[in-house]
């Protein structure tokens, strides 16, 4: 069916460090892959996206891994902030229905 | 351009009233899209909209929920009639289709008592 399972849902890390998320899809098709931070009582916003293409993107602090194989993709924020608190997303396109199904979220906090 | 506004931002009402949660989409954007956000359940797609034709309404949950694209830059989903489940956090988004990035609206916080 269509997945997206995406952990952990909770992540605190102390300022400074680096935050990993993960997540799994289950269509072998999926060819796009975009990442949306949402703040506390705000809208999602786009971060980063992937396309099957390749296998990482950078911008900045963020970075987005693919592996094909195993059908999954991570989000890395490194040297992280207290700006960086906030609710993530990944998602992944289902090529057939053509429509982008979201993972449940993690919600980082940064400590300082 | 003011982005995707959404209109009201709060809405509350009773069991059994209409509700008609409405959009403007960004000028250009083909691709229109209703989410609904809730604890449990996340962020779920309702319909998707291109060229104001209906693609997916898969995630509709059931007859209650209809949505329209009366032109190219407006929209309304509508709940008739609303039960207390419904409470959630309405979100449209525009865009230049499904492969492109997706531009939220702000919002409407519905609660049905």
């Known amino acids: 069916g269509e997945n997206v399972e995406q952990h952990p849902s909770t992540l605190s890390v102390q300022e400074g460090d680096s935050a990993v998320i993960k997540c799994t899809y289950s269509?072998?098709?999926?060819?796009?892959f975009p990442w949306y931070k949402q703040e506390l009582g705000k809208r999602p916003q786009l971060i980063i996206d992937?396309?099957?293409?390749?296998g990482e993107k950078k911008d900045q602090r963020i970075a987005v891994t693919l592996n094909k194989t195993a059908k999954h993709f991570s989000l890395h924020i490194t040297e992280t902030q207290p700006e960086d608190s906030a609710v993530y997303f990944c998602a992944a396109l289902i090529q057939g229905a053509q429509k982008l199904v979201f993972g449940q979220g993690t919600r980082l906090t940064i400590n300082p | 351009d003011a982005g995707v506004i959404q209109s009201p931002r709060h809405e509350v009402t009773e069991m059994g009233q209409e509700v008609t949660l409405r959009c403007k989409l960004i000028?250009?954007?083909?691709?229109l899209f209703w989410y609904r956000q809730t604890m449990m359940r996340g962020l779920e797609l309702l319909i998707y909209f291109n060229n104001n034709v209906p693609i997916d309404d898969s995630g509709m949950p059931e007859d209650r929920f209809s949505a329209k694209m009366p032109n190219a830059s407006f929209s309304t989903l509508k709940i008739q009639p609303s039960e207390p489940r419904d409470s959630a956090v309405y979100f449209c988004a525009s865009g230049m289709g499904v492969r492109a990035e997706a531009f939220f609206g702000q919002g409407t916080r519905l609660t049905v008592v």
């Open positions: 269509d072998s098709a999926s060819n796009y």
């Open positions: 000028s250009g954007h083909n691709s």
């Open positions: 992937i396309r099957s293409n390749v």
